[in-house]
Each structure stands twice: as C-alpha cells, then as structure tokens.
C-alpha cells in the first residue's frame, strides 16, 4: 500500500499539495499562525494551529477523509513546510547533498521512527540547507513517514543523497 493517501474524488490534489497551499496561504495573508508555524518547536504546536484545522478542512473538500492522514504527519509536514524559503525545486535529498551535509547526520535522520524524531531531524536538516528546498518534497517525506511508508521514504531520500534515479512504488 502506498503511504501517501489516495482522494476519492479530485486526483490532482495530493496530500502535499494541500499543505503547501495552505502555509503559502497563511504566508501571503502574514497570517500570525504562519509565523508560529515557522517558531513551532513541537508537533502540537502545528496541531493547534489554523493552519492544521484548515489542511483537514481541504482535504475533506478535496476528497480525502480525516482518516487518511496522521495527525502528527500532518502537523511535522506543516511545521517543516513553514520553513522553506521560496519556491525552489531541488528534493530534500540532493540539497543535503549539495550543502554538504554530513553521512552521520544523514544516518541519524534516516533512523528516525516517530513523527516528532522525524520533524527534529528535518528542522535540522532544513536549518542546513537554509530552507532551499521543494516544500513539497517536504511535505510529502513528512506525510509518508509512517510506520507503512517509512522505508520507503527512507530509499526515495537515499537516491536522491546519492543522485541515483528514484524508484516510485507502483499503485495499488
């Protein structure tokens, strides 16, 4: 099965999609949840947030249920998601990459097993490349960090480190 939930309804909304344009929402509005967003140092701070409310609210309406996402993965994808600068392109594995960042670091983030060891490494991670990286790579290494897509994720991440091509699961 494939982490990443699948909407009932309109197919070009993912997961993903629904966080970034919900942190990009509150961002162009300068929005004070935005802002705690960014300074959120704990998965229930992105989970008492408006933002967290209204990412729910936009899934429901894009097709998804309640149910499909984890509320910590959808708190750690928000929190993380606030802290990209700008629109870039480039996966979370290849800017690690090219910043520089380091083999055991990058152990240690690929060892994380809970949402909130999850959102500690990425914020570090994050911090490192100065926020110059896809949020919505970001978002979506947040949302399918579960405890069915972690390997996954884990693999998807290792290929991008080491520019090898990426293998996607095939849908179920």
């Known amino acids: 099965m494939h982490p990443t939930p699948t909407p009932t309804t309109t197919p070009a909304i993912t997961p993903q999609g629904i966080v970034v344009s919900v942190v990009a929402a509150l961002s162009n509005r300068k929005d004070p949840s935005y802002f705690r967003l960014r300074r959120g140092s704990e998965l229930l701070e992105g989970m008492l947030s408006a933002g967290f409310a209204h990412a729910l609210q936009k899934a429901e309406q894009a097709g998804f249920t309640w149910m499909s996402f984890r509320h910590d993965n959808l708190a750690c994808a928000l929190l993380l ?32 097993d809970t949402p909130a060891e999850v959102f500690q490494h990425l914020q570090r991670a994050l911090r490192f490349t100065g926020g110059r990286v896809s949020a919505y790579d970001v978002a979506r290494t947040a949302l399918d960090w579960t405890p069915q897509g972690a390997d996954q994720v884990r693999k998807r991440l290792i290929c991008q480190f080491h520019a090898l091509p990426v293998e996607e699961p095939a849908s179920v």
Do not use: I, K, Y
């Open 81 to 112: 998601a606030a802290r990209v600068d700008g629109n870039h392109q480039q996966t979370l594995g290849a800017a690690l990459q090219a910043a520089g960042f380091s083999e055991l670091r990058f152990a240690q983030l690929l060892a994380a």
